[in-house]
C-alpha cells in the first residue's frame, strides 16, 4: 500500500460520511477537501516530474491542465488516509509514484501492447516504403496523366460530333432547290457520316479503356500488396483491441470483475477507465481499503472549449465513468442520485401577470421548465393544472432549471404562434441579473462564442467554432459588492448554459457566475435571474414590459 498517504493535519474534529458520495452530482466531503487541499501542495513543491499545467505568467502552448482525484479510505485497523489519481498521463507518463497506477499500464515493461504495437508499426512502416515507392509513384501519375488524356480526347469527339450535327442539320435545311433523287443521296450520305462519327467515339472508348487497364495491371502489383498489408493490419489492430479490453477489468466492492467490454456492452469511448475515480476504487479494493468519499479537482489552464478552474472541484464524467462507476460502486453503501429526487418540491410558481390570452410566470430556482426523464414535475406540469382551459402549448420558452425568472405563457394557439415568432425573430427583449465570482475590468461588452453540447459530458456545453450554434450576449456591469460583480446580461441567442458559458469561459468574462455548480463553484443558488420581458402582445399588439427584481 505504497500509494496511501495520512493526513497531516488532525482531522479528529471530523466525522466520516456515513454513505459514500454520488460522483456525478455532489459537495465534496471535508475530509475530501482536506486531501485534495495535500495533493495540491504537493503539486507546488513537487519536483518528481516536469508537467507544463499553464499556471506561469509565460504560458506556452504546450500547457494542458489535469483532472486529478482523491479518495479518502479507511484501511482494515480503522485509520484514515487517502489516495490520489491523475486522470490519463501526466508528463507523458502512466506512473508516478505519489498516485496510483492505473487500471492497466499499456506502456508497462511486461505489457504484450508494446510487443504487438511493434509489429504494427512495422506494418505501418511496410506500408510506407510501398507508398513511396518511386516505381508506384510514377504508375499513379502515369494513371492520371492517361485519365487526363483519355477524358480530353473524348470529349473532343463528342464537341466534333454535336458540331458535325448542327452541319448536317444546316444542309438538310438548304436541299429545298435539289430534286427528290439527290436529297436521297444526300440523306444517306450524311446519315453514313454521322454512324462513321459514332463508331469512331465507340473505338476511342475502347481505346482508352485498354491503355488504363494497361496502367491498371502495373498497379495492381503495388496495390494487392498494399491492400494485404492494410488488411493485415486491420486484423491486428482488431485484435490487439480486444486483447485491451479483455484485460481491462474493474472491481467492485463484492470483488466482483467484469471487463470494460461486459460493461459497455459494445466497444468503449476512447480512454474509458483512464478517468482518475476508477483508478482510486480499483487501487482501493485491490488492496483492501474501504473507499469513504470521493473527489475531483482541476489542476491548471483550462482546455480551449471547456471551462476548467483551477482548483475548482467537479464531478466525474458521464460518457466514460458513469458504466464503469455504476459497476464498482456495487457492494458500497452509496447515496442515492440527488439528480433524481424532485427539486421543485415544496416550491410554488407565482403569477406575475394574466389575460385572456397569455401569462408571465415567476419560476423559481432549482424548478424544471419542461418535464424531464425521471422527474415530471415542471412548469409546465404546474401550468396546466393553473389553467386547465387553456388550449395552447403553454410553455412559449425555457429557463435553466437552476435560473429563476420571469417565463412566458400562451394560453391558445395564436398566442402561442405569436410569441414564438418574437422569439425566432429575436425581438423579445430579454434582461438577466448575475452575481460573478470576482471582479470585471471593463464596464460593458459582448461576447460570442459558438456553442455544443459535450457529447462525452452531458448537459456541459464545449465552445466550438467547427460545429457550435452561434451564440452572442451583451453585458453591462452594475456594481461591485466586495470581491462579487452584479452584472445584467442581453443574450441576443438563447443557447443551453449561454450565459453559465459566457460568463465562465476564459474567452468570456473568465469570472464564473455565483452557485454555477457546472462551470464555477457550487453554493446556496445559481445567482442567474430572468427579471425583465419585454414583448408586443399577440392579440393587442401593444408592447408590454415586465420585471421582477433578484432575489440575491
Keep these: 500500500m505504497d500509494k496511501l498517504h495520512f493526513f497531516s493535519e488532525d482531522i479528529s474534529g471530523i466525522e466520516k460520511p456515513q454513505k459514500f458520495n454520488f460522483p456525478f452530482y455532489y459537495t465534496p466531503h471535508p475530509l475530501s477537501v482536506k486531501a485534495a487541499n495535500q495533493v495540491q501542495k504537493y503539486l507546488e513543491t513537487q519536483t518528481d516530474f516536469s508537467h507544463e499545467f499553464g499556471l506561469s505568467k509565460e504560458k506556452t502552448k504546450q500547457a494542458i491542465g489535469k483532472m486529478f482525484g482523491v479518495l479518502v479510505v479507511e484501511t ?22 505519489y498516485f496510483v497506477p492505473p487500471v492497466f499500464d499499456l506502456l508497462s515493461t511486461n505489457s504484450f501492447f508494446l510487443e504487438e504495437e511493434k509489429e504494427l508499426n512495422a506494418l505501418n512502416r511496410d506500408l510506407e516504403n510501398l507508398l513511396q515507392e518511386g516505381e508506384y509513384l510514377q504508375l499513379i ?21 454535336k458540331e458535325a450535327k448542327i452541319e448536317r442539320d444546316f444542309k438538310r435545311k438548304e436541299s429545298s432547290s435539289l430534286s427528290e433523287n439527290e436529297k436521297n443521296q444526300l440523306e444517306e450520305a450524311l446519315r453514313e457520316e454521322s454512324k462513321k462519327e459514332s463508331i469512331l467515339l465507340k473505338k476511342m472508348n475502347k481505346y482508352w479503356r485498354y491503355k488504363k487497364e494497361e496502367v ?45 467490454l461486459r460493461i459497455f456492452g459494445e466497444n468503449p469511448p476512447a480512454g474509458a477507465g483512464e478517468c482518475a475515480a476508477p483508478k482510486l476504487l480499483q487501487y482501493a479494493y485491490e488492496n483492501q481499503l474501504t473507499p469513504l468519499c470521493l473527489a475531483e479537482f482541476w489542476w491548471g489552464a483550462s482546455p480551449p472549449s471547456e471551462v476548467r478552474k483551477h482548483k475548482n472541484f467537479y464531478p466525474s464524467c458521464r460518457s466514460k465513468c458513469e458504466p464503469i462507476l455504476g459497476h464498482m460502486l456495487q457492494g458500497l453503501e452509496a447515496e442515492d442520485n440527488p439528480l433524481e429526487d424532485n427539486p421543485a418540491k415544496n416550491k410554488e410558481i407565482e ?10 410566470i415567476f419560476k423559481p430556482v432549482e424548478f424544471l421548465s419542461v418535464p424531464g426523464k425521471q422527474i415530471k414535475d415542471s412548469v409546465f406540469s404546474r401550468v396546466q393544472k393553473l389553467f386547465p382551459e387553456a388550449t395552447g402549448p403553454l410553455v412559449v420558452h425555457r429557463l435553466d432549471m437552476s435560473t429563476s425568472g420571469l417565463m412566458l405563457i400562451a394560453k391558445n394557439e395564436a398566442a402561442y404562434v405569436g410569441l414564438q415568432a418574437q422569439f425566432i425573430q429575436r425581438k423579445v427583449y ?15 461588452g459582448k461576447i460570442e462564442l459558438p456553442l455544443r453540447v459535450d457529447l462525452d459530458n452531458r448537459p456541459h456545453q464545449l465552445v466550438c467554432y467547427e460545429h457550435g450554434r452561434p451564440a452572442v450576449t451583451h453585458w453591462e456591469k452594475i456594481g461591485e459588492e466586495g470581491n462579487v460583480t452584479r452584472v ?64 440575491f
Excluded at 76 to 97: I, P, Q, V
Excluded at 351 to 360: H, K, P, S
Excluded at 430 to 441: F, M, P, Q, T, V
Aim: charged content about 30%.
Design 351 to 360: 403569477l406575475v401577470y394574466e389575460d385572456e390570452d397569455i401569462a408571465v
Design 76 to 97: 482494515s485497523t480503522g485509520e484514515l488516509g487517502y489516495l490520489a489519481a491523475f486522470s490519463g498521463k501526466l508528463a507523458n507518463a502512466n506512473r508516478h509514484d
Design 216 to 260: 491498371h495491371k502495373e498497379l495492381a502489383v503495388f496495390s494487392d500488396k498494399i491492400n494485404q498489408i492494410k488488411q493485415q493490419r486491420s486484423e491486428q489492430s482488431a485484435q490487439l483491441q480486444q486483447k485491451i479490453f479483455d484485460h481491462y477489468t474493474f472491481l467492485n466492492a463484492r470483488k466482483e470483475n467484469k471487463s470494460l
Design 430 to 444: 430579454k434582461r438577466y441579473e448575475a452575481l460573478l465570482e470576482g471582479k470585471i475590468k471593463n464596464e460593458k
Design 488 to 551: 445584467y446580461f442581453y443574450p441576443i441567442t438563447g443557447r443551453t448554459h449561454q450565459l453559465r458559458v459566457h460568463a465562465a469561459h476564459h474567452l468570456g468574462l473568465n469570472t464564473p457566475i455565483v452557485g454555477d455548480d457546472l462551470y464555477g463553484k457550487a453554493s446556496k443558488r445559481l445567482c442567474l435571474h430572468a427579471g425583465l420581458l419585454k414583448f408586443i402582445h399577440p392579440k393587442t399588439k401593444k408592447e408590454m414590459s415586465i420585471s421582477k427584481e433578484a432575489e
Design 141 to 161: 501519375e502515369k494513371m492520371k496523366a492517361t485519365d487526363i488524356e483519355a477524358s480530353q480526347d473524348i470529349e473532343r469527339q463528342k464537341k466534333r460530333i
